[in-house]
C-alpha cells in the first residue's frame, strides 16, 4: 500500500476543502442528486444511484455538499471510500461507521449491519466513494438492504439496471470563474494561463487548485529569499504571476503523473508498463486488440497468469486508465479491439516511475513484447 507523505496529505486535503466551496457548473448534477434521495426517502424505497466522471469533476464534493444540507442533518449517513481497502473488508467498515459492535467474523458482521438497519425506522444513506474498486457482486449484497446506496467512481460498467448521474470534466470558462473568485491575489493572466493548462491536459478542478496554492508558495519563498539575502530590489506587487503559475505546473503535473501510476492496482499498472514497452519498440498506432494480446503474453510470464477473462474486460481497465488521465482512446464502436490508445503522459516520466516495481520494470526490459 502506498503512502503519501504528511506534507502531500495536508495539501489534498486543503485542496477538497477548497473544491467543496467551488461547486460552479454543477446545479444540474446536484438536483438531480437531491430529487433522487428525496423521493426514496419520501416513499422508504430502496434504491441506488451512481455518479461516474473523471478525476477532479465534483463528484465526492458536490455529493458531500448535498449530504450536508439541512433538509438532510437527521438522516442516519455512512460514507466509506473503497480506494485502500478490500472488497471482503466493506461490511466492517459500514458496522464501524454505524458504531456496531459485532463479534469477529464476516458473517457476524453483515448480520449486525442488518439488523441494525432492520430496526431503523428511516432510511440510511449508503456512499461508497471509488466504488470501482469493489466488484459488482459484493455491490449486490447490498442492493436488498433498506438503505439509499450511491456509488462514486471514475468510471463504472454496471450490468444491473441503475440510476446513473453523469459528471463532464471542467471547462475553461468554469476553472477560470472558480480560480478568480478564490484566488484574488493572482495577476488575471496569471489565472487563464492555468485554467488554459488544466482545461487542455484533463479539465481536473483538483489539480488547477492544488497549481495555484503551489505557485503562491513558490512566491513567498522567492520574496523571502531574497530578503535573507539583504535584496534591496522592490517587488512591483504581491500578485502572482504567470513565472509562479508556470513553474507550479511542472511540479504538480510530474509528480501527479508519478503518484497516479504508484496508486494503481497491479493489473492497471502492469498494462501501463506493456503500453510503455511497446512504445519504446516504436508501436505507434496501438490497438485495443494488438495491446490485450500483448498483455496476455505479460501476465503468462509476469503476473503468474492471472489475467483478464476477457478482452471485453481489459478494455475495461483501459476505461479506468483513460479516466486517470493516463491514457486516451480513440473508440471504434463497431469494431472494439481497432480502438487507437495512446499515452497522455510524458514517456520518459512514465518510464521513470515504472522502473521503481520490480514487476513493472521487468515488463519493460522484456524484448520478446
Not at 430502496?46 to 438532510?72: D, H, N, Q, R, Y
Not at 458496522?95 to 457476524?108: C, T
Not at 514497452?277 to 500483448?294: D, I
Not at 486517470?324 to 473508440?331: A, N, P, Q
Request: charged share 30%; hydrophobic share 35%.
Amino acid at each position: 500500500e502506498n503512502k503519501m507523505d504528511g506534507r502531500k496529505r495536508k495539501r489534498y486535503r486543503d485542496v477538497e476543502q477548497d473544491l467543496e466551496t467551488s461547486l460552479k457548473g454543477r446545479d444540474q448534477q446536484m438536483s438531480k442528486l437531491r430529487i433522487f434521495i428525496s423521493s426514496h426517502l419520501k416513499k422508504e424505497k430502496p434504491g441506488s444511484l451512481f455518479i461516474t466522471g473523471p478525476p477532479g469533476s465534483g463528484k465526492s464534493a458536490t455529493v458531500e455538499a448535498v449530504l450536508t444540507e439541512k433538509w438532510l442533518r437527521r438522516c442516519t449517513k455512512v460514507m466509506v471510500n473503497c480506494m485502500n481497502i478490500k472488497p471482503h473488508q466493506l461490511c466492517r467498515h459500514v458496522a464501524q461507521n454505524l458504531g456496531l459492535s459485532y463479534r469477529d467474523g464476516e458473517e457476524h458482521c453483515q448480520k449486525a449491519v442488518r439488523e441494525y438497519i432492520r430496526s431503523k425506522q428511516d432510511m440510511i444513506i449508503v456512499v461508497l466513494d471509488e466504488v470501482d474498486q469493489l466488484s459488482e457482486i459484493v455491490l449486490h449484497s447490498l442492493f436488498d438492504l433498506k438503505i439509499v446506496l450511491i456509488g462514486i467512481a471514475n468510471t463504472l460498467k454496471m450490468t444491473t439496471a441503475c440510476q446513473m448521474i453523469s459528471y463532464p470534466s471542467y471547462k475553461l470558462d468554469e476553472i477560470v470563474a472558480i480560480l478568480t473568485e478564490k484566488f484574488t491575489d493572482f495577476e488575471r493572466t496569471a489565472i487563464e494561463f492555468c485554467s488554459r493548462k488544466v482545461a487542455a491536459i484533463d479539465g481536473d478542478l483538483r489539480k488547477a487548485i492544488d497549481i495555484c496554492r503551489h505557485a503562491k508558495d513558490i512566491a513567498r519563498g522567492t520574496k523571502r529569499q531574497r530578503l535573507e539575502l539583504g535584496s534591496t530590489e522592490t517587488f512591483r506587487s504581491d500578485l502572482i504571476t504567470i513565472q509562479h503559475i508556470s513553474e507550479a505546473v511542472s511540479g504538480v503535473y510530474t509528480n501527479s503523473v508519478a503518484s497516479r501510476v504508484e496508486e494503481l492496482p497491479l493489473q492497471q499498472k502492469a498494462t501501463v508498463a506493456t503500453m510503455v514497452a511497446l512504445r519504446y519498440q516504436k508501436e505507434n498506432n496501438m490497438t485495443l486488440g494488438k495491446l490485450y494480446e500483448t498483455f496476455v503474453q505479460v501476465c503468462k510470464h509476469y503476473l503468474n497468469g492471472k489475467c483478464c477473462q476477457s478482452d471485453s474486460e481489459f478494455f475495461g481497465i483501459c476505461d479506468l486508465l483513460e479516466s486517470r488521465g493516463l491514457i486516451e482512446i480513440k473508440k471504434n464502436k463497431k469494431q472494439p479491439r481497432l480502438s487507437t490508445v495512446f499515452l497522455k503522459a510524458n514517456l520518459t516520466d512514465m518510464n521513470e516511475v515504472l522502473r521503481k516495481d520490480r514487476i513493472t520494470s521487468s515488463i519493460l526490459s522484456c524484448r520478446h513484447i
